[in-house]
């Protein structure tokens, strides 16, 4: 049984980290629905999001544990495996250590489920992305496991470079601020602290889907008996019990915290602790009795409300401009009598009023928690500001003109990745797990601080500071799991425009140095910025915003310090792009030469 | 050998020979491998790309000239956008190809090929069908995009620019194929050899901030391809550099090829229908004297296939 559980964990375990570090996209789209399939959250947020019966995985676990118990927690889930790995090693190390029983803290346990249900509920994912044990799992290894492996990979490179093999090549890795790293090391170093002095007793105490399996597998069907009459109490399952769950005194197993690890059977040397189904059962725990029909009701109840929920966030949609505004930090004066799901016209209004009153939206932490470049379109209140006050921020070795620009661009939204739908969407459904993040070939993906606001922290933003969106690139919207953002054909998302194009012309260097440029032209896939004709030879951008998608390679490319002379801000609900008109050019064919 | 030292070598070697050629009695037998005059540039039309290098490099004196046995060589066309051959925003791969296999077999120790691309560039490598038709002509594929490789220059005759980071292979390897595709360009009007060079250094936007047909020009003064192979076989004639669809694309069917980096840019101006003084980099270079864009003090070989 162990052995099975251990093959199994460490296939799920080494294919969900290599999805995550794995930054060149060497895997098939397939071996991430295969792995992904499984994970209990995100399988069950792309069924509300995506509305679609391909995603029954959460479905399979349920009844995977009401089969067997929390198998999952310790072959499927990959932050159970972590941490079966820290104390495999432990261990290794100190080989007399034994666990010992302790008492269910039910008191954090529940609320820790409850919390996240609760929140979800009433409109915020927050701690749905804070909690997450596949979320969090994936914030660790995507931001720290796979700097590492690309740190090894650009090593490896120049080994082999020196040898004269071209066989590995090296990958820069921009990070935008630090600060979005903290609760992923913050976490880490919890459960190491935890798993290390008291097993699994994260998985136990404050992983919401912990207490949910836990609270499903109180009526599976298999589950780790103790057979009495065999049982010497000789104690060494309990001492085996990385769940710390087997209360040898009065012989009993508390499923609802057992992992599934199997290490007490095969600790057990009379044979007096097995797996069994209830016909073969020799004496019932006590706790199998507990109320079966009181969780069996409960369980519908919870399932019943989370169709609610996704009934009325699809189904109406009216309310969420107003639990919008809520939940983000974001400056976002929307009416609440106004439907969002309305057109242009209606964001144009919304545009218009923030102009006048971008500020007062804004919290003050948003300012100082950038640790960005001091360009960052976010410090809308630095605008009385002199732009040499903000120099010092900048490194000496990025370029000037001659001449700092002034003006601030002037963002509402920040831009969330195509096939997100828009804000709303997007921050509904995300929970932070940085697939997307490290699948992205251009890393225009970056963890947002309080781009979003703070309870949007950690997921991803469009970060054109830092790059751009790969004009024929879909890859975040394959492999995100929870359907934050849904699959996208290559046709359909070269017309998604996930924000619009802006021009401050007097930022532009051609107007400001009187030189040549063109380098927004240059990266634009639409030409929905362009070069018309401007003094002698020089030409000067000129845009066409109906025809922009907002990939931001514009803003990336714009070279001028400290304010860009171009940008992109976000549509709120991501719009269609119009196609750039094709004319047909003369084919002209001389047959001389014109020198 | 440095390869400064060796083009200076070569040439001087060039003109031994050349000149022990001219006193040769046996001339006609010589001349039926390496043409009679020495041309400073070779054009061609009406052929496949290939093939038209074929003619342009024989008419040249073939590789040999250029690639001596156990050498190290650079190509480096351009591979910057992440679009299909077909789109003419990259070097025409049958072409880079058919350089990567003339160097090699004129004895060529080894033919790296890299570009400092702007898109991705392992998916511009790939989706422009350069990499695979370079690695199966015989090239070692080198990454452009990482800062490591690029080391400091001074630019001794840089008006403007005066020092800047080149890659490695660039500074390393004893020839240099400038491989450029003629496009339109929305900043400097038209981008050929001396702008494809801004995908051997590393901070692009430091020239667009400081008068960038300048910084092309003052770049050329200073790091000099062996030889320019302009690829005008599909020509973006607007819309460039990246393009926006297939109807931006004319087949020009066109080849250029020469040692002096500005007359080659000038022909493909003319080429595309633009003076070469209206091109600022090209009208800075030859004041500079990086190299003459007066094609008619130049001896031409016009090919037609």
């Keep these: 049984m162990k052995k099975i559980r251990v093959i199994i964990a460490l296939i799920f375990f080494f294919s969900t980290v290599f999805l995550f570090i794995d930054f060149r996209k060497l895997l098939p789209e397939t071996f991430y629905d295969v792995f992904l399939y499984m994970q209990l959250v995100p399988s069950l947020l792309k069924f509300i999001s995506a509305v679609s019966i391909v995603t029954l995985g959460f479905i399979a676990v349920l009844l995977l544990t009401s089969l067997f118990g929390r198998v999952y927690c310790s072959a499927i889930c990959p932050l159970g495996i972590m941490q079966d790995f820290i104390l495999w090693v432990k261990k290794r190390i100190n080989r007399k250590f034994r666990y010992r029983y302790t008492k269910p803290v039910n008191y954090l346990r529940y609320p820790f489920l409850a919390l996240p249900v609760i929140a979800y509920l009433s409109g915020t994912i927050f701690f749905v992305s804070l909690l997450d044990p596949f979320s969090n799992f994936g914030r660790i290894v995507s931001d720290f496991f796979q700097p590492v492996y690309v740190f090894l990979n650009n090593t490896g490179a120049k080994l082999l470079e020196k040898a004269n093999v071209f066989f590995l090549y090296p990958e820069e890795i921009s990070m935008s601020g630090w600060v979005a790293y903290m609760f992923p090391a913050f976490l880490l170093g919890i459960i190491i602290w935890m798993s290390l002095k008291w097993g699994r007793l994260y998985c136990n105490t404050i992983c919401p889907v912990g207490a949910l399996l836990g609270f499903l597998s109180r009526i599976s069907v298999f589950r780790i008996r103790m057979i009495e009459d065999s049982c010497t109490k000789c104690g060494k399952c309990s001492f085996a019990c990385k769940a710390t769950c087997i209360n040898i005194k009065e012989q009993k197993v508390d499923f609802s915290r057992c992992v599934g690890c199997f290490n007490c059977i095969t600790a057990c040397p009379e044979n007096a602790i097995r797996y069994l189904a209830p016909v073969r059962q020799k004496s019932l725990p006590k706790e199998a009795d507990y109320s079966r029909r009181k969780i069996l009701i409960s369980g519908g109840l919870l399932v019943l409300s989370l169709f609610g929920l996704k009934r009325t966030v699809f189904g109406e949609g009216s309310d969420f401009s107003l639990s919008h505004k809520h939940k983000s930090g974001l400056p976002r004066n929307v009416s609440p009598g106004i439907s969002q799901n309305t057109s242009s016209g209606h964001q144009q209004n919304v545009y218009s009023r923030h102009s006048q009153n971008v500020n007062s939206g804004l919290p003050q932490d948003l300012n100082s928690g950038n640790s960005r470049d001091p360009d960052s379109i976010q410090n809308m209140e630095f605008n009385s500001q002199l732009p040499q006050e903000i120099n010092p921020g900048i490194p000496k070795e990025i370029p000037h003109n001659k001449v700092p620009t002034t003006i601030e661009p002037e963002k509402h939204y920040t831009v969330t990745p195509p096939g997100s739908l828009g804000i709303k969407h997007f921050t509904d459904t995300c929970t932070a797990c940085h697939l997307c993040v490290s699948a992205c070939p251009t890393q225009v993906l970056q963890p947002s601080i309080f781009e979003y606001g703070i309870m949007g922290l950690m997921q991803p933003y469009m970060d054109y500071v830092t790059n751009y969106c790969n004009f024929d690139c879909v890859i975040c919207s394959e492999v995100c799991p929870t359907g934050a953002i849904l699959s996208l054909t290559m046709e359909a998302k070269k017309t998604v425009q996930i924000g619009k194009v802006n021009l401050i012309i007097d930022n532009c260097v051609v107007k400001t140095d009187n030189t040549a440029c063109g380098s927004c032209s240059e990266h634009c896939p639409t030409q929905a910025v362009r070069m018309v004709p401007y003094i002698g030879d020089l030409t000067i951008p000129e845009i066409r915003p109906e025809i922009c998608v907002g990939c931001g390679a514009c803003e990336y490319a714009c070279p001028t310090r400290p304010f860009r002379a171009i940008y992109v801000d976000g549509n709120f609900e991501h719009q269609v792009a119009l196609l750039p008109e094709e004319e047909e050019l003369e084919q002209e064919v001389t047959e001389e030469f014109p020198f | ?305």
């Design chain 2, 1 to 305: 050998m440095k390869r400064r030292d060796f083009i200076w070598k070569g040439l001087s070697a060039g003109i031994i020979t050349g000149s022990a050629l001219a006193m040769n009695p046996f001339k006609k037998a010589m001349g039926a491998v390496q043409d009679e005059q020495a041309w400073d540039l070779v054009a061609v039309k009406g052929g496949e790309p290939g093939l038209m290098f074929d003619k342009a490099i024989l008419s040249l004196g073939g590789m040999k000239r250029y690639v001596k046995p156990n050498q190290t060589v650079v190509v480096k066309p351009n591979i910057g956008w992440d679009t299909s051959a077909e789109r003419g925003a990259n070097t025409n791969p049958q072409l880079v190809a058919r350089i990567v296999e003339h160097c090699l077999s004129a004895g060529a120790k080894t033919v790296y090929l890299f570009d400092h691309t702007i898109n991705e560039w392992t998916r511009t490598y790939s989706n422009s069908g350069i990499e695979k038709a370079a690695k199966d002509a015989g090239a070692k594929i080198a990454s452009g995009n990482s800062e490591s490789y690029y080391q400091p220059i001074t630019i001794k005759n840089g008006r403007l620019l005066k020092k800047d980071k080149v890659h490695e292979l660039i500074l390393e390897s004893d020839v240099f194929i400038n491989v450029p595709i003629l496009k339109s360009h929305g900043g400097t009007t038209l981008t050929i050899s001396m702008k494809n060079l801004m995908g051997v250094m590393w901070d692009r936007s430091y020239w667009h901030n400081n008068d960038l047909q300048q910084c092309i020009a003052d770049f050329a003064s200073e790091i000099k391809p062996t030889l320019n192979v302009v690829d005008a076989y599909k020509v973006m004639k607007r819309n460039g550099p990246r393009g926006v669809s297939l109807s931006d694309v004319v087949e020009m069917k066109s080849l250029i090829i020469s040692e002096d980096i500005v007359a080659a840019d000038a022909a493909a101006a003319k080429l595309f229908g633009k003076e070469p003084e209206q091109i600022g980099h090209i009208r800075i270079a030859n004041e500079m004297g990086v190299g003459t864009s007066d094609l008619t003090k130049l001896s031409i070989n016009r090919i037609t296939v």
